[in-house]
């Protein structure tokens, strides 16, 4: 089969490339570690003139093979490479956000190779706490287009990561998403506070820790927020109750339990109801593992996986900005 | 006037030193760096004995000359010497704790020069989720001492920190207590996580930020918790409503006030009451204010600050211990 697009998912720490046929079809993909904060330094020839450009290094690295063989193929881009710190800033959509105007508002740069480099945008949104987000709006979309039209208003949209994004959805479009910070929170606790300390990272995942993490959250005990609780990862080390080996994965669980408990209440203070929407969980499968187990706990009662979310998107994407011949 | 003894408040990054005379007033003080965790490491004599180890370096620095004077002066410390990771571990105390039985419990060694080190454990709580304090217990008691002995019931003694720590206390003792990791955190995302990297941290306390975000953390936007609402710290600097002096200061009210928001909730869940305790709070005299003006937002009517609390309460511990002569 023909390629006709290459799509790039090109975030803080990754750059992921996909060389895809029609209908969105992966023809070929590759992973790099060149994201945009750890862009390659080493200058080399490129299309005839010595580059110094960490992003001109990293693009070419992801997809110069295919260029040289269909200098035409249209390229576009989604994630942090459009962020203020990136190759070229893509101003964010407000929402409600959608294909189209997405897709119509793509920022393109000339790269040193002569191609076009078609950037998504991100999303924002301007309630009173504002929220933005860059790559995981091409991935809802993504989601959205392979569900049926009526899908949407009983559904949630999760995508676990540093930064978690929980996001409403309706006809098609991005209305609302809340951000958690929790992934980045369990990192920088578990590196530079006294609760890494006692911490042993090398063991396999134990459930049974973060079960008890997840239900101490949900817990009455839990009700005093996440601020007090935390220092529980420590005492209960101190007494002998939680090994170091187990208090990694507790504090996983905890932080977790607690995310999912203020998104549950804030779901059904939204929504007006008791009962929770589905779930659809994009990401990370080691963590969307996780994130599925403490839902369960939580009372999310239908939670799926989503895949090949980012390419569908990109693809979509690309289509409706009538890059696809 | 005659000193009666030395008293040492010992922590992981300071050592202070006072030397009391009679009814605990104190003669002189020192405060050096030396906490447990930066102990000095160059060798010298003392005692007539070539000394390496830090803890020995350090008493000798703090308190070398005053016991070469009087060599017979008792010494007694509080604070983080008496953990596992201290001079010597000193076990904790249950609760409830009072002068009487944390008197009778002091952990004695005795030090290279001959003198004997009496330490003061610390109180541990074996609720579901365990709580431990060291060196807060002795501040708490100093502050009991001056009490009538009426109060207590309807009064809350708050300690700002790393690890906050609110105590209820009832007919002179430590009854219960509450951690929460408030300090620490805002330490380790400032200087960790991507909300300091837009942060400048050279100004000036900025009151009106700081209001900000307790008021946020306070609001109904701010339900959702501090996982989420951190994030606002970000997000409102990417939409120009914060500028990067104000973040500091806005992430420091926001946290503080979630502290306190959970504080109240289960204040007035315990106590089964609207009304919310006094509050006497001993620490940092710039981060008790921050917490006083905190407070007031949160509707705790009644807070005042103590002072000289660690220097009293190892008095009337050195005291119930039968040191003093």
């Known amino acids: 089969m023909q390629a006709q697009l290459i799509a790039l998912d090109w975030g803080t720490t990754s750059l992921r490339a996909y060389k895809l046929a029609a209908g969105g079809?992966?023809?070929?993909?590759?992973?790099?570690?060149?994201?945009?904060?750890?862009?390659?330094?080493?200058?080399?020839?490129?299309?005839?003139?010595?580059?110094?450009?960490?992003?001109?290094?990293?693009?070419?690295?992801?997809?110069?093979?295919?260029?040289?063989?269909?200098?035409?193929?249209?390229?576009?881009?989604?994630?942090?490479?459009?962020?203020?710190?990136?190759?070229?800033?893509?101003?964010?959509?407000?929402?409600?956000?959608?294909?189209?105007?997405?897709?119509?508002?793509?920022?393109?740069?000339?790269?040193?190779?002569?191609?076009?480099?078609?950037?998504?945008?991100?999303?924002?949104?301007?309630?009173?706490?504002?929220n933005v987000m860059r790559g995981e709006e091409t991935q809802v979309l993504g989601v959205l287009q392979s569900l049926s039209a009526g899908a949407g208003h009983n559904l949630l949209i999760g995508l676990p990561g540093s930064h978690s994004k929980w996001v409403e959805v309706a006809d098609g479009c991005i209305v609302h998403f809340d951000t958690f910070m929790t992934g980045e929170l369990f990192a920088v606790l578990s590196e530079h506070s006294i609760l890494g300390r006692t911490q042993e990272r090398s063991a396999p995942f134990d459930g049974e820790a973060f079960d008890r993490g997840v239900q101490v959250a949900l817990s009455t005990d839990g009700e005093i927020g996440p601020l007090s609780t935390l220092f529980s990862a420590r005492s209960l080390g101190l007494t002998g109750e939680l090994s170091s080996t187990e208090q990694v994965d507790y504090l996983s669980g905890l932080l977790i339990g607690h995310e999912l408990a203020a998104l549950a209440n804030v779901q059904r203070r939204r929504r007006d109801s008791a009962q929770l929407p589905s779930i659809i969980l994009i990401g990370n499968s080691q963590l969307c593992a996780r994130y599925s187990r403490a839902l369960d706990t939580c009372g999310f009662a239908q939670v799926s996986l989503a895949e090949h979310a980012t390419e569908r998107g990109l693809w979509h994407l690309a289509e409706a900005a009538g890059l696809l011949g």
């Open 25 to 130: 079809q992966v023809l070929e993909q590759r992973s790099l570690s060149s994201g945009i904060m750890q862009l390659p330094s080493v200058p080399r020839m490129i299309a005839g003139q010595l580059c110094t450009d960490g992003f001109e290094l990293a693009f070419d690295d992801a997809c110069g093979d295919w260029l040289d063989a269909q200098p035409e193929l249209p390229v576009i881009a989604c994630g942090m490479v459009g962020s203020a710190q990136g190759w070229r800033e893509a101003t964010y959509c407000d929402t409600p956000a959608n294909v189209a105007n997405l897709g119509t508002s793509l920022k393109t740069l000339h790269s040193l190779r002569g191609v076009d480099v078609h950037i998504v945008p991100g999303v924002i949104q301007r309630s009173r706490l504002p």
